[in-house]
C-alpha cells in the first residue's frame, strides 16, 4: 500500500507530544523517517575478503 503524503500538513505547538502507535513492523520508524525528509549517504562499508596467500595458509 502505498500513500501520497505530498499534501498532508503537520503542526505542533511549542511544547506539544505526538506520539506514533502501532504494532511492530507497522511503518512507525519508516514513517518518522519520511517526514524527516532525505538524508545525505554518509560513512563507508569495508569487505574484508580472503586473498590467495590466505587461502593456502
Request: glycine share 12%; with cysteine; proline share 7%.
Amino acid at each position: 500500500m502505498r500513500i501520497d503524503a505530498s499534501r498532508v500538513d503537520l503542526s505542533l505547538e511549542g511544547r506539544s507530544i505526538m506520539a506514533v502507535i502501532g504494532p511492530n513492523g507497522a511503518g512507525k520508524s519508516t514513517f518518522m523517517k519520511g517526514l524527516c525528509g532525505p538524508r545525505p549517504a554518509t560513512g563507508r562499508v569495508l569487505l574484508m575478503m580472503p586473498t590467495s596467500a590466505d587461502r593456502t595458509a
